[in-house]
């Protein structure tokens, strides 16, 4: 299971280390959008609590089924809630079968891919701020780190 900010390279990392390994690749934000439409409309229309309750629902439901030698991508905001914070611990925290993977990227890195992106919702409230809240939540929630430094070149991973 992958967790971290958005546009730290959850997606990107975890897609192309599950097609490397022939395993399933699960997105969670992909399964919320094939469900219920696009997330940036989803939180406009009904809020973050609303999308909050579903995506945990989504999370509590892929790990119940437990696709063998499958990645999982989380969305970032997914430790914000904490039912989905103890799902993440029950799954990980203990167990070398089932890594929690909190992907790190440096802030600036991160804040410069997102001003290019504007189908994600809007925080609310400053970015590094929302970072500084979440970082100890993933740390809680995860039993290992991946710091990626480069720039994200997936076809240039050697797995």
């Known amino acids: 299971v992958l967790i971290g ?3 730290a390279g959850k997606t990107s990392i ?15 934000d992909c399964k919320f959008v094939e469900a219920h439409g696009q997330i940036r409309d989803f939180v406009q229309s009904q809020g973050w609590d609303a999308f909050r309750r579903l995506e945990c629902q989504l999370l509590r ?10 990645v999982i991508s989380c969305g970032g905001g997914i430790v914000e809630s904490a039912e989905a914070r103890e799902l993440l611990k029950e799954f990980g925290c203990g167990s070398k079968e089932h890594p929690v993977v909190f992907i790190r990227r440096p802030v600036k890195d991160i804040d410069r891919e997102l001003e290019e992106c504007d189908m994600r919702p809007d925080y609310g409230k400053p970015f590094a701020e929302v970072y ?8 809680e929630c995860s039993n290992l780190e991946y710091w990626v430094m480069k720039e994200l070149e997936t076809d240039k991973y050697d797995w």
């Open 14 to 28: 975890g897609s192309a280390y599950a097609e490397a390994r022939g395993s399933s690749y699960v997105d969670l």
């Open 5 to 7: 900010m958005r546009g």
């Open 61 to 70: 439901e892929t790990l119940r089924r437990k696709p063998k030698n499958a």
């Open 132 to 139: 500084a809240e979440r970082e100890p939540l993933y740390i």
